[in-house]
C-alpha cells in the first residue's frame, strides 16, 4: 500500500502552522511519513510511545508547559487511549488534537482493521469528541486550524480522521 508522501506533507505543514512542536506517536502504516518527517524536524519534538494512551499524558503535560501538542495514532490507538481521554484530557480540561487514521472504512482491505474503524464514531460520539474527516487534500489545513482552535477553545480533546482517499495513493 502506498501511503501519500504529498499528502502527509500536507498534513504536516498544516500542524506546524498552527504551531505545533510536539506530537506523539506508535508506528503505523498510515503515519510513517509524518512520524519521519516529525523526526527529522528540529523544530519539532517526537515522542515515541509504548502504548497510545502514553500520549495523553505527554499532551497534557505539554499543554501545561505552553506548548501545542498533536498525537497521531491508528483507530485502535483511539480505542486503547480512552481511559486516559476521560480520566484526564476531560476530566482536567486539557486541549487534545488527535489525527486518527481511520482505518476499516469502505475499501479496508485488512480484516483485523475493520471492528476498530466500526467503534470509532460511535465512541467518538458517545464521549462528546468533536470530529471532522480528512479525505480532500484542499481541506487538510483550514481544517487542522479549525480543529486546533477548537481544542483550545474548548479545553477538550478533537479528533481529525484521516481518510484512505487522502492517505493512500492508488
Known amino acids: 500500500m502506498p501511503v501519500s508522501v504529498k499528502h502527509s506533507q500536507l498534513i504536516y505543514d498544516a500542524l506546524k502552522a498552527c504551531d505545533v512542536q ?12 509524518l512520524i519521519r518527517m516529525a523526526e527529522d524536524d528540529p523544530e519539532m ?4 510511545l509504548a502504548k497510545e494512551e ?3 499524558g505527554i499532551s497534557a503535560g505539554a499543554h501545561l508547559a505552553g506548548v501545542k501538542s498533536a498525537m497521531l ?3 485502535h490507538g483511539f480505542l486503547a487511549s480512552i481511559n486516559g481521554i476521560v480520566s484526564l484530557a476531560h476530566l482536567y480540561h486539557i486541549p487534545l488534537l488527535m489525527l486518527i487514521s481511520y482505518r476499516g472504512e469502505f475499501g479496508e482491505r485488512d480484516p483485523w482493521q475493520t471492528q476498530g474503524g466500526m467503534s470509532t464514531l460511535p465512541l467518538l460520539h458517545s464521549l462528546g469528541i468533536p470530529y471532522d474527516r480528512l479525505d480532500d487534500p484542499a481541506h487538510v489545513a483550514r481544517r487542522i486550524a479549525k480543529a486546533q482552535t477548537l481544542a483550545e477553545s474548548s479545553l477538550s480533546p478533537v479528533a481529525l480522521l484521516l ?7 492508488e
Not at 25 to 33: D, R, Y
Request: proline share 3%.
Open 73 to 75: 495514532m491508528q483507530n
Open 163 to 169: 481518510g484512505r482517499d487522502l492517505m493512500w495513493e
Open 54 to 56: 502514553e500520549g495523553v
Open 45 to 48: 519534538t517526537l515522542v515515541r
Open 22 to 33: 510536539l506530537v506523539s506517536a506508535l508506528p503505523e502504516t498510515w503515519l510513517v511519513h
